[in-house]
């Protein structure tokens, strides 16, 4: 899923206020979220992405999560909606969705790759 898309979705399915601004800004908090906490463990070779100022020029990026795990981004996209509009019902029950969308991710990328070996010591 590109950036694109991910904000065409959230838009398409949940009308809001907010500019591709503020979505960039939080699909990049999510993107480091995901480098950090799953991606960076594991021993595939990536160079870290950079998730700061992204802007209209970024929008056919490929996000890092792929299908079929890359709904996530529609569910965090619409759970900030949800909380930035003070919908906090929604917005527990969005983010309870993705919550559960991003465990089901880690644990895929878990049962699938190599963790990382340079921090494992030898007794």
Same mark, same amino acid.
């Given at each position: 899923?590109?950036?694109?898309?991910?904000? +065409?979705?959230?838009? /398409?399915?949940?009308?809001?206020?907010?500019?591709?601004?503020?979505?960039?800004?939080?699909?990049?908090?999510?993107?480091?979220?995901?480098?950090?906490?799953?991606?960076?463990?594991? +021993?595939?070779?990536?160079?870290?992405?950079?998730?700061?100022?992204?802007?209209?020029?970024?929008?056919?990026? *490929?996000?890092?999560? +792929?299908?079929?795990?890359?709904?996530?981004?529609?569910?965090?996209?619409?759970?900030?909606?949800?909380?930035?509009?003070?919908? /906090?019902?929604?917005?527990?029950?969005?983010?309870?969705?993705?919550?559960?969308?991003?465990? +089901?991710?880690?644990?895929?990328?878990?049962? *699938?790759? /190599?963790?990382?070996?340079?921090?494992?010591?030898?007794?």
């Amino acid at each position: 899923m590109t950036i694109h898309q991910a904000i +065409e979705q959230c838009d /398409m399915l949940q009308g809001n206020p907010y500019g591709n601004r503020e979505k960039l800004l939080w699909l990049s908090t999510l993107e480091a979220k995901i480098w950090e906490e799953i991606i960076s463990r594991y +021993e595939k070779k990536r160079k870290k992405p950079v998730f700061d100022g992204w802007g209209d020029r970024d929008m056919g990026k *490929t996000l890092l999560a +792929e299908p079929p795990f890359d709904e996530l981004y529609v569910l965090y996209l619409t759970a900030q909606v949800d909380f930035h509009n003070g919908e /906090m019902n929604r917005y527990n029950n969005a983010a309870a969705r993705f919550n559960q969308a991003f465990a +089901e991710f880690a644990r895929h990328y878990n049962r *699938t790759h /190599m963790p990382k070996t340079d921090n494992i010591q030898n007794y």
